[in-house]
């Protein structure tokens, strides 16, 4: 298995551009997410998917979109890039662990990232 | 909002010391995780704590999750530097479903 996958590794937009960032994932995971992580910061959540047609706003969905069309692949996009979206960016994919008696918890496995500038 | 503070921001240690990192909230999780992440690449997943009280250990990293399930701490003995490396702590709400609250962080750095 290849896991979570990125595309590209690294990318400079000028202001006002546009461009997807692409994730893919080969477990058969059904919940998948996108992060950002700015320098010194842990992440901040940008938008979730709970499955296939199912998209959710996280903490900082400003600025972003997403589709979620297959299990697969879950692309994020930036319409109007702003310097404030200069960040790594991390798409991450679970499954959920089901525990003896009610409990259950979601183990992340995170892509390597993208690197984003926006000058 | 479920906030997760995560203490020190910063540690620099020499090898063969210990040192523990501390992961607070006033909230209640139903689960808490700890990822480590190295320079240039997503974070890994160490450990999962469930119970209140509950001790995991993996080799000479030691998890506790608190008895309030309000905290946890992360304790390293005899710091190697390939321990060197951003900690996170993450936790889930009780009504989050599926999505993690992320402390920012403590970097820490194991000189030879």
């Known amino acids: 298995n290849a896991g979570v996958t990125q595309t590209p590794k690294f990318r400079i937009l000028k202001i006002g551009q546009s461009m997807t960032l692409q994730c893919a994932q080969d477990m058969n995971h059904n919940y998948m997410y996108w992060y950002r992580q700015d320098p010194g910061m842990g992440l901040k959540l940008i938008y979730y998917s709970v499955g296939a047609g199912i998209t959710d706003k996280g903490e900082v969905p400003n600025g972003y979109n997403v589709s979620r069309s297959t299990t697969e692949d879950f692309p994020l996009r930036l319409e109007l890039a702003a310097p404030s979206q200069t960040s790594v960016y991390f798409c991450?994919?679970?499954?959920?662990?089901?525990?003896?008696?009610?409990?259950?918890?979601?183990?992340?496995?995170f892509g390597p990232g993208t690197r984003l500038t926006v000058l | 909002t479920q906030l997760l503070e995560q203490s020190p921001q910063f540690l620099s240690i020499q090898e063969g010391e210990n040192l523990t990192v501390y992961c607070n909230s006033s909230?209640?999780?139903?689960?808490l995780q700890w990822y480590r992440q190295e320079p240039g690449e997503g974070p890994v997943l160490l450990v999962t704590v469930v119970t209140g009280g509950e001790v995991k250990k993996l080799k000479r990293l030691t998890f506790q999750f608190g008895d309030a399930r309000k905290d946890s701490s992360l304790h390293i003995t005899a710091a190697q530097p390939g321990d060197t490396g951003l900690y996170l702590c993450?936790?889930?709400?009780?009504?989050?479903?599926?999505?993690?609250?992320f402390g920012e962080g403590t970097q820490l750095t194991v000189n030879p």
């Open positions: 991450a994919s679970s499954y959920r662990r089901i525990l003896a008696g009610p409990s259950s918890y979601n183990e992340q496995f």
């Open positions: 909230s209640v999780f139903s689960s």
């Open positions: 993450a936790g889930a709400g009780e009504t989050s479903g599926s999505r993690l609250t």
